[in-house]
């Protein structure tokens, strides 16, 4: 396996370097852990030469142990818990580029049906790298001891990346959790990627799986989308391969609102209120309403989505030429 140690060091910020070098030093202090990696997107961006976002880390033995000894050193409060033996550290208030450092316990986890939330249990670093969603974020990079920088790459991550690709782990990971089909979307178009021919069918054959998303789970993921820079791209992926359908067969982006949206990609003043009214333009009132049953709207939404279409029956006099 490549050892990722240069990166780690030389191509890392002050920030991420700082936490790395902590996570070396409390490993070696506590008993309890066996190991500590950072994990997912961080290891792919950091081969990709883009800026990662927040630090996900896995532990192998303690992870609850790890966090409350790095929360001090870095000076943040106690980390918040999770039913899934995960750690949040709030750094909002200690870094400029990392505002969380999610711990989580290497586990795998047991899907007792479609979109259900998963059973976890304490597993070893492989096992929790195979449990997720793409071969690109399945990858870890070790920040103990002797195996400093060393990756670990059971499903051969590093090779789609140097590909360009994003491929599912398994054939069900759509079925499991088909939010992983709106992630399919977000990371093809931010990286610049393409999903390869498995990805695209098994896509294909889970898309009826949306149905089983509760309304905020997709409202989420829905938001997830519109709040990207690439937002336009995104859009028009999830209507090609029929995502947008399989949330409401009412929703659809226009292409006016596409080019609307396109001229205000450089804006980063646009509230959620206003994406969502320049996506849904073109909505009759009962597609509207259709959509917003669908997403479980809060008001603030409803407002933003029928709202435009009933704004839409009255705006027709302005078209008069005598006017």
């Not at 910020?13 to 994990?39: H, K, N, Q």
């Not at 820079?229 to 999830?238: C, D, I, Q, S, Y």
Request: hydrophobic fraction near 40%.
């Amino acid at each position: 396996m490549p050892n990722l140690s240069q990166l780690l060091t030389s191509k890392s910020s002050a920030e991420y370097r700082r936490v790395f070098e902590l996570c070396r030093d409390i490993s070696t202090e506590l008993d309890s852990v066996d190991g500590v990696y950072v994990v997912g997107g961080i290891v792919r961006d950091l081969i990709l030469g883009r800026t990662p976002r927040d630090i996900d880390l896995s532990v192998v033995g303690d992870a609850k142990a790890l966090s409350q000894k790095l929360a001090v050193r870095i000076g943040a409060g106690s980390p918040d818990e999770s039913q899934f033996l995960t750690f949040k550290i709030d750094t909002c208030e200690i870094f400029s580029n990392v505002s969380s450092i999610d711990v989580v316990t290497a586990r795998s986890e047991i899907y007792s049906e479609s979109a259900a939330l998963p059973d976890v249990s304490v597993s070893s670093i492989d096992e929790d790298l195979i449990r997720r969603d793409f071969t690109v974020n399945a990858m870890a990079t070790s920040l103990t001891g002797t195996d400093w920088g060393t990756l670990v790459d059971p499903e051969n991550g590093f090779g789609d990346v140097m590909r360009k690709r994003i491929k599912v782990l398994h054939d069900a990971s759509f079925v499991d959790d088909p939010t992983r089909i709106f992630r399919a979307v977000r990371y093809a178009v931010r990286l610049g990627f393409t999903l390869d021919a498995r990805t695209n069918k098994l896509i294909s054959k889970s898309l009826p799986n949306i149905d089983r998303l509760s309304g905020t789970r997709i409202r989420n993921e829905f938001a997830l989308i519109l709040g990207e820079p690439n937002r336009v791209e995104m859009l028009k992926m999830a209507e090609e391969i029929g995502l947008l359908a399989a949330i409401s067969p009412s929703l659809r982006v226009g292409t006016k609102s596409l080019q609307v949206l396109s001229e205000q990609s450089n804006s980063l003043s646009l509230e959620l209120s206003d994406l969502l009214a320049i996506t849904t333009f073109g909505l009759n009132e009962d597609e509207a309403k259709q959509v917003v049953n669908r997403f479980d709207a809060p008001d603030a939404w409803g407002e933003s989505i029928i709202g435009n279409a009933q704004l839409a029956k009255h705006v027709a006099v302005l078209d008069q030429p005598k006017l």
